[in-house]
């Protein structure tokens, strides 16, 4: 066990993604995630790693420039948050469908309007069909890890594909916790040099990102749809590659108390240490209540839910953003969804809360598990509005 | 490096067969990937009333037009779009642009 330290998160991802070996890093503040941009400039600025940090105009600016450096070969980061993300939303599918194994870390915040800079999912929601590997973290240790795990994952050459950490705006950004440094000598053992596929080098003419004609374009969607789809394998090879060297293990979909459980809470990020500390009231009150934890979002874990979840009545999917006028929120309609064939499959109860940075407290999840007892349909409902 | 197979293709049939990042690692094959087939007229040069001006070729927005041997300027399909620009520009009135289908 190494020595922990106390640090604020955002600080604390900077200084994981510093001890990476970067090569280029082209950030764009942006509240909440502005002490990740901060501290990576001061990192490089101050010498401590020899890396260039490009200070761009915009996040459209800093997604771009991330591109063009991956493409020579570069191990290149970036992060953003919200309004940031939106603007980078035009480049997140071309970087994937060149396969440029970009890291960002993203800082989950509300998506104007109206102006908000607290935490929730409605920033990434929309990013979700750009064809890059999505993560969760929940505490800051898992900041940490799945920053540097990123890196290993996205260049891994049966990948090959941008991966964004998501890290959930204040309630994990500016949190000071205690963690958990791995030592530079046992990062560089995890985390080799990037062997890259191919770079852009005048002495050998090549083109990425070339022009597809309809008679092509559908067979490179599903070549990169399957790329996608396969980058699970290698996503639990290197969590448990990590277990073995660091003794913290990941999964996919990570679970608490649930194998008896008739109710299942599913929660994505920072909320599920306040669910697994509801979890725990209710199972002294005798309430056979668990918790599910959405490490992955894309690729979508569905076998790994479907065990999860096997054998509860009911679920309860914590949607932490909004598809207006939709099917309900984004994971429940996504649960629906692969769900919809299976037989036995439970009755699932989707609640649209902690939105724009509303508190979501163990009495909530407590009274989100009762309200759902009595709810008839699947219809989505917004938890805690004021009517 | 990949065996080169008796007869190459043009570019990948089947999906599977995409380079990742669908990366193309030959330089200039681009002149290989025709690109006309989406034009709804072409451009038919009439030689009797051509007077090799080579106005066309200049005005090519796809450069698709070439000098043949005979010195007239001549549109390659291939790449041609059907744009007409070349009609319109040719003052002896030599090409008219006709539909695909005829």
Redesign the interface.
């Known amino acids: 066990m190494g020595k922990r330290i106390g640090m604020e998160v955002g600080i604390a991802a900077a200084e994981a993604v510093a001890l990476c070996n970067i090569d280029v890093a082209a950030v764009y503040p942006i509240t909440p995630q502005s002490h990740i941009a901060e501290h990576m400039a001061d990192i490089i600025h101050d010498g401590r790693i020899d890396a260039e940090f490009i200070t761009v105009e915009s996040e459209h600016s800093s997604i771009s420039a991330c591109a063009g450096a991956s493409a020579t070969g570069a191990r290149v980061y970036t992060a953003t948050s919200s309004q940031g993300l939106m603007l980078m939303h035009e480049i997140l599918p071309i970087v994937s ?4 194994p970009v890291v960002m870390g993203n800082a989950n915040r509300a998506v104007s309007g109206p102006l908000n800079i607290w935490n929730d999912h409605g920033d990434i929601m929309p990013q979700r069909d750009s064809g890059w590997i999505c993560l969760f973290t929940e505490n800051g240790q898992e900041v940490i890890d799945l920053s540097i795990m990123a890196f290993k994952i996205a260049e891994d050459p049966e990948v ?1 594909l941008p991966t964004v950490v998501n890290i959930d705006g204040f309630q994990l950004t500016h949190m000071i916790e205690p963690l958990e440094f791995p030592t530079q000598a046992q990062v560089n053992k995890f985390l080799p040099d990037r062997k890259p ?2 770079t852009l080098h005048p002495d050998n ?9 309809p008679d ?1 374009f ?3 969607m ?2 990169k749809d ?2 996608l789809w396969n980058s699970k394998k290698t996503i639990v090879k290197v969590f448990n590659e990590w277990g073995r060297q660091f003794g913290r293990k990941y999964n996919v979909v990570e679970t608490y108390k649930a194998k008896d459980a008739e109710t299942l809470i599913l929660t994505m990020g920072s909320m599920g240490e306040t669910a697994s500390i509801a979890v725990d009231e209710m199972r002294k009150a005798g309430r056979k209540v668990g918790l599910v934890k959405l490490r992955l979002w894309r690729p979508f874990p569905v076998e790994e839910l479907r065990a999860a979840i096997k054998g509860c009545k009911t679920l309860i999917v914590m949607d932490r953003a909004i598809s207006f006028g939709g099917a309900g929120g984004p994971v429940a309609t996504e649960i629906k969804s692969f769900l919809f064939h299976d037989k036995g499959r439970p009755r699932i109860v989707d609640f649209l809360m902690g939105l724009g940075g509303r508190d979501v407290t163990v009495g909530d999840f407590i009274a989100m598990v009762e309200r759902a007892k009595n709810k008839k349909d699947e219809t989505y409902e917004y938890y805690g509005v004021r009517e | 490096m990949a065996k080169k197979k008796t007869e190459q293709k043009k570019w990948p049939e089947k999906w599977h067969e995409v380079t990742p990042g669908c990366m193309v690692f030959e330089p200039g094959n681009a002149a290989n990937y025709k690109t006309g087939s989406w034009k709804a007229q072409r451009p038919i040069l009439d030689t009797k009333k051509c007077i090799k001006c080579g106005i066309c070729y200049i005005f090519c927005p796809e450069a698709c037009i070439q000098e043949d041997t005979e010195g007239f300027f001549q549109a390659d399909l291939g790449y041609c779009k059907g744009c007409g620009i070349c009609a319109h520009e040719c003052w002896p009135g030599a090409i008219s642009m006709v539909e695909e289908e005829e």
């Not at chain 1, 003419?205 to 004609?213: A, E, I, L, R, V």
């Open positions: 469908a060149m396969r440029l090959m596929y191919a003419p090549m083109t990425m990102g070339c022009f597809n004609m092509i559908t067979e490179t599903k070549a399957t790329a």
